[in-house]
């Protein structure tokens, strides 16, 4: 058995390489870090009011910051991935990227949602979408209509704040914090 | 007690008895050889004594009788030449002869010897006692004859005589010339006892006299009558009054022993003598010694045999302790090896001794000992994989039987329900039977009441199928129109569908606008009026939707209705229809229906009985479910039990250490001698 | 998005009934078709032997290692193999030596080789570098660990691209 001496093709370290710089020149979405978000050019807080998209797990109506997501998409088909905890439910084709599709019910309820809305989150690095019912509506509210939650309150869950909407008091959802949570998942593994 | 000690006291105190045993043993038969030895001496000197006083004696007799022959001899020859010379007659010569021979102051002979004339015929012709008798039938005339058939014509004889008046014959000597010319045999005799004063004892004494200081060996004579003729010591004096001599005196031969205090004794010391008799003079020969002589050669016998025995008893005792010992220590190295797989540390061995001269049994058993203990070892190995592998499969198994267990008793209370659902419907079975009967009579009353009704149902038709024709064009009208409905209420759902897309487009606007900040801000007024728009159209295709699902829901009453009432008219129609051939079918088969129920409860009767067997079947395998599932919980408690055991075998052989510590380099310890 | 000075390169292609799987033409120099003389995949085990112009190669289960973990079956069950150098994938030959000295009937494999199974329906096409995307950075190395390397999209239908060398890796060491 002879083995061919010239190398056939490129190497898989070679592609992983330029795939990673690619990545960190692509103009695809904002660059933006998970642990900061970026506050220029949003008039609405210049105006002391916060945009938020108002979302439905089930029947449990959710909020998240305006500033956190992305885009909202429907229909798309979910690709099941190996090697996953049971809340990202695998992966999602966006504008021919794979991003992660993150079941918030599993991770709140621990109950399988049946849906396929996804709103996808700004930070275009970690490539993360979560799973939702339905979109309601984006919504600004005054800053000070906004109660954040202490420190202590917030450490053990996924949220950041609460606020009033249509006589119901709706969970923020604290982007960073689930994504953190993912990825000492991982680290774990 | 230590191996060694025991060892030594053992074949110390076996070696010492058997060595003074033997030393005993030898002791007695050196002593009885010696004995013998030196009393063999004794009578062997006792004898030659005896032979040689015999030879001495018998010499002087000889001479003493041939020097009185001769001179007899002497004197008849003379008495002969004065014959011949003529002084003298032959007569008177011989009458001269006669006088001298038979006179005891001629030639005393003894005490009772004598001379005599004998003619060469045989008869006496000097003679003090029997002149003229004949001794040629005497015994002792063939040895006279053989004297005188010699040149010499003269011998010495002996012979036992008894003369006149004795008891017992002795022995005689004589002494035989022949005087030629006259042919005469001039005879001596004499007993040789009475020659005892011939002997000199100067000729025996030198031999018989050993007694010194040094010595109490000496030989001594003593008469019939006690008197000692020859003594070292006491010789003349008379021993009559001790009962040694008395018994020598009486048995004249033998051995014996006796007391005696001797010139160099200080006391009386036993004293072994032999004796023996000398018929010719009737004295007894004694040769003897003291005890103390006669076994003083058992003295170095016995130093040596004390000191063999002392030195045997040394020996053993040293070897003893040193065997002892070495055994000792190999016991000590086993008693390490058996304490430690006492402990359950099996991985010692014995080490043997390395030369092959010195290895023993116990060598041999340490080395059979490892192997057993590798065996062991091997064995309890295999166990404990096998135990594992045990409690692996047993708890598969009372997985598995638990598991089977549960299966089997679902299945038992399965077929319990099965069981109580067939005999339900065999109670059913047995009231629908019942019903049937009351059936039967019911049919034969419908059959009059049919033919009744019969004509009237007719006249209805005719009206009914003018009815049914008008309202069923209207049903296809409304039909018409709900399709249509069908037709808008897709488009509404596209419509709906592209509202809510629009909508997530507005939002997705709205959220880019936002992000974009100062610049996005007319497109923010953008994105919100497409929203706006979305929202009216997803408010107004509700509306629709609301519009169309009242629409829809009136032509689907409306329908429903008129399909009622068309159903019922059908119905009506139909089933006056039906009704008319019913009573033509009723009225036709009423007969039949009776046949037929008689049949259904006959064949409901057998249903009944094959449910019966269907239920007895069912019950029985219900009873054979409970048993499989009764045996597989014995099954799982069964492989619990099993789960048990194998833990505490897994217990029992993980109380042994099987393998020396990893990593440590070292082979398995091992017990040293 | 990749850029590179090639735009595209060889890629296996092998399309299973759920999704496809990319293995880079690099990874490989040779191939050789299944004989009766192979011996079996048995039980729970990923991997067997084979013989190839007489050397001994230890054969890794492709198909069942995807059917496994993303419970997807090859449509057709004919198979054939391919075979790598150690070195070509990034696997250490250290990690062959280990599994010969542990694994019984695999002594005499040889060190700085292997071959894995592939259904027979694959084909060696060239794909563009661009379409070849890295997993989201959330799992991005827990998935490069696995060896998943990345996917790509190819209208309803997704690509995982395998790194074989890393999932022969961690099955010698009995990872998976």
């Known amino acids: 058995m002879k083995q061919k001496k010239k190398k056939t093709g490129i190497g898989n370290e070679d592609i992983i390489r330029d795939a990673e710089a690619a990545e960190e020149n692509s103009v695809y979405g904002t660059q933006q870090t998970p642990d900061g978000l970026d506050n220029e050019g949003l008039p609405d807080i210049v105006e002391n009011t916060i945009k938020f998209v108002i979302f439905t797990l089930d029947a449990s109506r959710y909020a998240i910051a305006g500033t956190d997501v992305l885009e909202i998409i429907i229909g798309n088909e979910i ?52 799973l939702v019912t339905a979109v309601e509506q984006i919504i600004s509210m005054p800053e000070s209509a906004v109660h954040t939650l202490a420190e202590s309150e917030a450490a053990h869950g996924y949220f950041s704040a609460t606020l009033r909407y249509l006589e119901e008091e709706v969970p923020v959802v604290d982007s960073i914090r689930i994504f953190k949570t993912i990825t000492n998942d991982f680290a774990q593994q | 007690m230590k191996t060694s000690k025991k060892l030594f006291y053992f074949f110390g105190g076996s070696s010492l008895l058997i060595i003074t045993a033997a030393g005993i043993i030898m002791y007695s038969y050196v002593k009885s050889t010696v004995i013998k030895l030196q009393e063999s001496r004794l009578e062997e000197s006792a004898g030659l004594i005896i032979k040689k006083i015999s030879a001495i004696t018998d010499v002087s007799i000889r001479n003493s009788l041939r020097s009185t022959a001769h001179k007899t001899e002497q004197l008849v020859r003379y008495y002969h030449s004065q014959k011949e010379a003529g002084s003298i007659s032959e007569k008177e010569a011989i009458s001269v002869i006669r006088k001298l021979i038979l006179s005891k102051q001629y030639a005393p002979v003894g005490e009772t010897g004598y001379l005599a004339v004998v003619k060469d015929n045989g008869l006496l012709y000097i003679h003090p006692h029997a002149e003229g008798a004949s001794i040629t039938k005497a015994v002792f005339w063939p040895k006279v004859e053989a004297i005188l058939s010699t040149p010499e014509k003269e011998g010495y004889l002996e012979y036992e005589w008894k003369n006149p008046g004795e008891n017992e014959p002795r022995t005689k000597a004589a002494y035989l010339t022949y005087f030629e010319p006259w042919k005469m045999i001039i005879w001596v005799s004499s007993y040789k006892a009475e020659f005892n004063t011939l002997i000199s004892k100067d000729d025996f004494r030198e031999g018989m006299m050993e007694r010194n200081e040094k010595s109490s060996r000496y030989s001594y004579i003593l008469d019939l009558a006690g008197n000692l003729i020859v003594h070292p010591e006491i010789e003349g004096s008379n021993v009559s009054g001790f009962s040694f001599a008395r018994e020598m005196i009486e048995k004249k031969q033998g051995r014996i022993e006796y007391l005696w205090k001797g010139k160099y004794d200080n006391r009386e010391k036993k004293k072994t003598a032999y004796y023996g008799f000398l018929s010719d003079l009737n004295w007894i020969v004694v040769s003897g010694l003291n005890e103390s002589e006669l076994l003083s050669p058992l003295i170095f016998l016995k130093f040596f045999i004390f000191a063999g025995m002392l030195i045997a008893l040394f020996v053993f005792a040293l070897s003893s302790k040193f065997v002892g010992r070495l055994i000792e220590k190999k016991i000590e190295a086993f008693m390490h090896l058996f304490k430690a797989a006492g402990e359950g540390n099996l991985t010692h061995e014995y080490i043997a001794e390395s030369t092959p001269a010195m290895r023993d049994e116990i060598d041999d058993m340490g080395t059979v000992f490892n192997v057993f203990m590798r065996d062991y070892r091997d064995v309890l190995f295999g166990l404990q994989k096998i135990t594992n592998k045990i409690i692996e499969l047993i708890q598969a198994l009372s997985a598995s039987s638990q598991e089977t267990s549960s299966t089997a008793n679902q299945q038992a209370a399965a077929v319990k329900e099965i069981v109580s659902t067939m005999e339900d419907v065999n109670s059913l079975s047995k009231s629908i039977e019942k019903k049937i009967s009351e059936v039967t009579v019911i049919t034969d009353n419908t059959k009059t009441i049919v033919s009744n009704g019969f004509s009237k149902v007719t006249a209805s038709l005719d009206k009914m199928s003018e009815i049914n024709s008008a309202n069923q064009t209207t049903i296809d009208g409304i039909r018409y129109l709900s399709e249509k409905i069908d037709n808008i209420w897709d488009i509404v759902n596209l419509i ?10 507005a939002f997705n606007a709205e959220l880019e606008a936002s992000a974009a900040g100062e610049a996005g801000k007319n497109f923010q007024i953008v994105a919100t009026e497409i929203r706006r728009l979305a929202d009216g159209t997803v408010r107004s295709t509700n509306e629709i939707k609301e519009r169309i699902t009242e629409i829809q829901q009136s032509s689907d009453r409306l329908i429903l209705t008129s399909e009622e009432g068309t159903e019922k008219i059908r119905q009506g129609n139909d089933l006056t229809k039906e009704i008319n051939e019913l009573f033509k079918t009723i009225s036709g088969s009423a007969e039949i229906s009776n046949e037929s129920t008689q049949s259904i409860s006959k064949s409901i009767r057998q249903q009944g009985g094959t449910f019966e067997q269907i239920l007895i079947a069912i019950r029985q395998i219900s009873e054979g479910v409970d048993n499989i599932a009764a045996a597989t919980s014995e099954t799982a408690g069964a492989a619990d039990s099993l789960g048990e055991v194998s833990e505490n075998l897994e217990k029992i052989v993980s109380r042994y250490v099987l393998e020396a510590p990893a990593g440590s380099g070292e082979n398995p310890s091992e017990a040293r001698t | 998005m990749i850029s590179h000075s090639s735009n595209s390169s060889s890629f296996l292609h092998a399309g299973f009934r759920t999704f496809d799987f990319l293995i880079n033409r690099s990874q490989f120099f040779s191939s050789a078709s299944a004989g009766s003389a192979d011996t079996e995949f048995s039980g729970e085990s990923l991997f067997s032997h084979i013989t190839v112009s007489g050397v001994k190669l230890v054969v890794c289960n492709l198909i069942k290692w995807i059917d496994r973990n993303f419970t997807d079956q090859v449509k057709s069950p004919v198979h054939f193999y391919i075979i790598s150098d150690v070195q070509a994938i990034a696997l250490c030959s250290d990690d062959l030596a280990r599994y010969a000295l542990r694994k019984k009937g695999f002594s005499d494999i040889s060190t700085d080789k292997a071959a894995f199974s592939i259904p027979a329906n694959a084909e060696i096409k060239n794909t563009r570098l661009d379409n070849l995307r890295l997993m989201p950075r959330c799992f991005r190395a827990h998935t490069m660990q696995q060896g998943i390397a990345g996917c790509i999209f190819s ?14 890796h961690n099955a010698l060491e009995e990872k998976i």
Do not use: E
């Open chain 1, 79 to 130: 690709y099941p991935m190996p090697f996953m905890p049971a809340y990202i439910r695998g992966l999602i084709n966006r504008h021919g990227i794979p991003y992660a599709a993150a079941d918030l019910n599993l991770l709140f309820r621990n109950k399988k949602l049946d849906a396929d809305r996804y709103i996808v989150l700004r930070d275009d690095a970690a490539r993360l979408s979560f």
């Open chain 2, 496 to 505: 709906n569908g592209i509202a809510d897309q629009t909508k997530i487009i």
């Open chain 3, 155 to 168: 209208g309803q239908r997704i690509g995982f691209w395998l790194d074989i060398g890393r999932i022969l």
